[in-house]
């Protein structure tokens, strides 16, 4: 608990600041712009999941300090060397034109390299935090983060889509400095290759899961925007943002909390695992439900006063999305915990599910976008509660004994 209260102090501060920016953002930005930003958006957090080969969410489990340190030195250099890589294979979409990326101007490679290099580096330096109990240091990044995006957006507006894009790569990479200090900590490692063998199941089973889920998330914007036009793309892209919110400031703070403590469980007690994980999932279950019963109840009205009227649409998204809300920011705070067991396939199985979905709307192409809505909310709520009843059964001391005994070199 003071480990939650260390983070979300910091970005208490953080996520005020955002909310207050966000009508500024819609104020200054077209919904159209708002829809490109979204196809940034959806590319980086792909690229950005690919450039570690998801090695960082070995560092809270690694059995070792030198592991650990390993680990993090590993995906830093992975990092540096994908970060370019991921502005060739946009560049290579953009031509191609597929899902409307040729809307994304020529400058947007060089920012999405810029943006991927931030977000993977400081997803690395946030696990290695957490493996280090430096809550108060990753409450503090965390606010840096929040900080700078929408402020550096705010402030680039006049350069139109350039200050939309550019504000959100400069501000990925603002507060990495923070953690320079644990950084000489990373001349303690084991042998890099042998470690990352050893971890290989990551890259393994983490990295696809990785890849899918994100996309299942992410490819909500390009597939609205191929069949809808990027104006209701912008329209959903602004939706996801408001319902993202509470995940990536207190839920992130949870979530890095509960997976060092389910770690420390793993190794320790695993008979307390699962009885920990319903005990935080109760709690992030009454935390939210406010929250979407406000945006069920009048999500139009305050979409409309908050960000203008010609964000209406917006709120009647919000309106379908708050029983997915309730499900994303239970489900995915605990869902780390599948990593400490044998059962890492069954993520892998709710990704390949969720993606589906994607392609369901695809596949159907509803003549209303407000039914491809529903359609997203309703298979996306469903496949958070099987996920978590799955979670719940793989929480069996004996496998997580198994699954620490294994991942030991």
Same mark, same amino acid.
């Given at each position: 608990?003071?480990?939650?209260?260390?983070?979300?102090?910091?970005?208490?501060?953080?996520?005020?600041?955002?909310?207050?920016?966000?009508?500024?953002?819609?104020?200054?930005?077209?919904?159209?712009?708002?829809?490109?930003?979204?196809?940034?958006?959806?590319?980086?957090?792909?690229?950005?999941?690919?450039?570690?080969?998801?090695?960082?969410?070995?560092?809270?489990?690694?059995?070792?300090?030198?592991?650990?340190?390993?680990?993090?030195?590993?995906?830093?250099?992975?990092?540096?060397?994908?970060?370019?890589?991921?502005?060739?294979?946009?560049?290579?979409?953009?031509?191609?034109?597929?899902?409307?990326?040729?809307?994304?101007?020529?400058?947007?490679?060089?920012?999405?390299?810029?943006?991927?290099?931030?977000?993977?580096?400081?997803?690395?330096?946030?696990?290695?935090?957490?493996?280090?109990?430096?809550?108060?240091?990753?409450?503090?990044?965390?606010?840096?983060?929040?900080?700078?995006?929408?402020?550096?957006?705010?402030?680039?507006?006049?350069?139109?889509?350039?200050?939309?894009?550019?504000?959100?790569?400069?501000?990925?990479?603002?507060?990495?400095?923070?953690?320079?200090?644990?950084?000489?900590?990373?001349?303690?490692?084991?042998?890099?290759?042998?470690?990352?063998?050893?971890?290989?199941?990551?890259?393994?089973?983490?990295?696809?899961?990785?890849?899918?889920?994100?996309?299942?998330?992410?490819?909500?914007?390009?597939?609205?925007?191929?069949?809808?036009?990027?104006?209701?793309?912008?329209?959903?892209?602004?939706?996801?943002?408001?319902?993202?919110?509470?995940?990536?400031?207190?839920?992130?703070?949870?979530?890095?909390?509960?997976?060092?403590?389910?770690?420390?469980?793993?190794?320790?007690?695993?008979?307390?695992?699962?009885?920990?994980?319903?005990?935080?999932?109760?709690?992030?279950?009454?935390?939210?439900?406010?929250?979407?019963?406000?945006?069920?109840?009048?999500?139009?009205?305050?979409?409309?006063?908050?960000?203008?009227?010609?964000?209406?649409?917006?709120?009647?998204?919000?309106?379908?999305?708050?029983?997915?809300?309730?499900?994303?920011?239970?489900?995915?705070?605990?869902?780390?915990?599948?990593?400490?067991?044998?059962?890492?396939?069954?993520?892998?199985? +709710?990704?390949?599910?969720?993606?589906?979905?994607?392609?369901?709307?695809?596949?159907?192409?509803?003549?209303?976008?407000?039914?491809?809505?529903?359609?997203?909310? +309703?298979?996306?709520?469903?496949?958070?509660?099987?996920?978590?009843?799955?979670?719940?059964?793989?929480?069996?001391?004996?496998?997580?004994?198994?699954?620490?005994?294994?991942?030991?070199?």
């Amino acid at each position: 608990m003071k480990g939650v209260l260390s983070i979300a102090g910091g970005t208490a501060i953080a996520q005020a600041i955002t909310v207050l920016t966000a009508p500024i953002l819609t104020r200054l930005y077209t919904p159209e712009q708002m829809g490109v930003w979204g196809l940034f958006l959806s590319f980086v957090g792909v690229a950005s999941i690919a450039a570690t080969l998801r090695y960082e969410l070995a560092i809270v489990a690694a059995n070792s300090d030198a592991d650990a340190n390993a680990l993090t030195k590993s995906c830093l250099i992975l990092t540096a060397a994908c970060a370019p890589v991921s502005a060739l294979v946009l560049e290579a979409m953009r031509r191609a034109g597929s899902f409307h990326y040729s809307d994304l101007p020529s400058w947007a490679p060089a920012c999405a390299a810029i943006a991927v290099f931030g977000s993977a580096c400081g997803s690395t330096l946030r696990f290695y935090a957490a493996r280090l109990s430096a809550f108060t240091l990753v409450g503090r990044f965390t606010v840096l983060q929040a900080v700078a995006r929408p402020a550096l957006q705010v402030l680039l507006s006049p350069l139109g889509t350039l200050g939309l894009l550019g504000g959100e790569a400069a501000g990925r990479c603002i507060g990495l400095s923070a953690y320079r200090k644990h950084l000489a900590n990373l001349r303690h490692t084991t042998s890099l290759t042998r470690t990352l063998v050893i971890y290989r199941q990551f890259p393994l089973i983490q990295l696809p899961s990785s890849l899918l889920s994100t996309a299942a998330l992410l490819a909500q914007v390009p597939v609205f925007a191929s069949i809808y036009g990027t104006q209701i793309a912008g329209y959903l892209a602004l939706s996801q943002r408001v319902v993202a919110m509470p995940v990536a400031l207190l839920g992130s703070a949870i979530a890095d909390v509960f997976y060092a403590r389910a770690g420390d469980l793993a190794r320790t007690e695993p008979a307390l695992l699962r009885r920990y994980v319903l005990r935080t999932a109760a709690h992030l279950l009454l935390l939210i439900l406010p929250l979407a019963a406000a945006l069920l109840i009048a999500g139009p009205h305050l979409v409309a006063a908050i960000f203008g009227d010609a964000w209406a649409p917006s709120g009647q998204i919000l309106c379908i999305f708050a029983p997915l809300m309730v499900a994303q920011f239970t489900v995915s705070s605990v869902s780390r915990a599948i990593y400490l067991t044998q059962k890492q396939h069954f993520r892998l199985l +709710y990704d390949i599910a969720a993606l589906c979905a994607q392609f369901l709307i695809l596949l159907i192409r509803p003549e209303d976008w407000r039914t491809a809505v529903y359609i997203l909310s +309703y298979s996306g709520t469903v496949l958070y509660v099987l996920f978590f009843v799955l979670l719940l059964h793989t929480l069996e001391p004996q496998a997580i004994r198994r699954a620490t005994t294994a991942s030991n070199p």
